[in-house]
């Protein structure tokens, strides 16, 4: 099955930056939608971002509309969430996703995904 590794994950001051990179194990990921959810202390896993496998099309909640940009690299097999201009409620662990047979109405709801990162921690000082 294919395997997702995050990193990029730290601690940043508000008005900092960060990209996080997710990798996948296989090449066939290109095929697949590639999405970013984070979840918060207490919090569901909420949608952030995602792509689909033409790298063509992107989706953002909007609360990290012109904040946060993705984007995919299907050479390296990866996909990247840049983060500029992070507030404190941007704090959460933030996990890759991939996914297939999904529409675009379906690609926000985590429940679609095939497969899962384990996760990379991002949080954000005020």
């Known amino acids: 099955q294919v395997q997702l590794v995050e990193s990029g994950g730290g601690l940043v001051q508000a008005g900092g930056s960060l990209r996080l990179s997710c990798t996948a194990s296989?090449?066939?990921?290109?095929?697949?939608?590639m999405g970013w959810f984070r979840q918060a202390p207490g919090k569901e896993r909420e949608f952030v971002a995602h792509v689909r496998s033409s790298g063509g099309h992107t989706y953002y909640r909007d609360s990290v509309k012109g904040r946060f940009t993705i984007s995919r690299d299907k050479a390296k097999n990866t996909v990247y969430l840049q983060m500029n201009n992070l507030k404190s409620e941007d704090t959460a662990v933030y996990y890759c996703a991939a996914g297939t047979g999904m529409i675009l109405t379906s690609m926000r709801n985590p429940t679609q995904y095939n497969y899962w990162g384990q996760g990379t921690q991002v949080t954000v000082s005020s």
């Open positions: 296989a090449r066939t990921i290109t095929n697949y939608a």
